[in-house]
């Protein structure tokens, strides 16, 4: 892996809502990489050139290649003082 910073999302407690609707969505992403884990699956993008991981059911059907509409889910989302590093 090259080094560029890993943005790592928590399992199923993703701050990531992947959906189809594109008016829902605040940005459009490709997958570069599936990695299958039986009952969930590893989706692999980028993200303004850092490489992302988002966790998801191994029922959705994303192949590498596809791209696909995200959001985020606003009640997941911390923000943290970059000096103290607690949370605002």
Do not use: R, W
Not at 62 to 82: A, H
Request: proline residues 1%; aromatic residues 12%; charged residues 25%.
């Amino acid at each position: 892996m090259s080094t560029m910073a890993l943005l790592k999302i928590i399992y199923f407690g993703s701050i990531f809502n992947v959906i189809v609707d594109e008016k829902d969505a605040i940005m459009l992403v490709n997958c570069l990489l599936v990695e299958p884990q039986g009952s969930h699956q590893v989706i692999i993008f980028k993200i303004s050139d850092k490489i992302t991981k988002l966790v998801i059911s191994g029922e959705t059907k994303i192949k590498s290649g596809d791209t696909f509409f995200i959001n985020f889910k606003q009640e997941k989302i911390l923000f943290f003082d970059y000096e103290s590093h607690e949370e605002i």
